[in-house]
Nanobody, 123 residues
Framework: QVQLVESGGGLVQAGGSLRLSCAAS????????MGWFRQPPGKEREFVAA????????SYADSVKGRFTISRDNAKNTVYLHMNSLKPEDTAVYYC????????????????WGQGTQVTVSS
């Protein structure tokens, strides 16, 4: 069983930055892929970014590439999402998730999810 707890969301002006954190329970954090997803108001959940178990490989949605950076600290069982140059369209509930296999963008490839943290970007 894995528990994931996100933090760091909030209200920010367009152009600003936020860092989301996701703390994971368990002793095998360093052995699995982690991902970030988001669900904008009235829309379906979508892939944002993912990182390999070692942190050596990453993947990003085109909409955030160059603005967001995913990273992890396996010693702290934590994955981060650094968000820069935020836009109003980045407003969403952000979720971290544990991947089943390799880095993929499919929601079905992730088996444990956090409760989400709200990010609101004002124009």
């Amino acid at each position: 069983q894995v528990q994931l707890v996100e933090s760091g969301g909030g209200l920010v002006q367009a152009g600003g930055s936020l860092r989301l954190s996701c703390a994971a329970s368990g002793r095998t954090f360093s052995s699995y892929v982690m991902g970030w997803f988001r669900q904008p108001p009235g829309k379906e959940r979508e892939f944002v970014a993912a990182i390999s178990s070692s942190g050596g490989s990453t993947s990003y949605a085109d909409s955030v590439k160059g603005r967001f950076t995913i990273s992890r600290d396996n010693a702290k069982n934590t994955v981060y999402l650094h968000m820069n140059s935020l836009k109003p369209e980045d407003t969403a509930v952000y979720y971290c998730a544990k991947g089943r296999y390799a880095i993929v963008r499919l929601i079905s490839a992730y088996d444990y999810w956090g409760q989400g943290t709200q990010v609101t970007v004002s124009s």
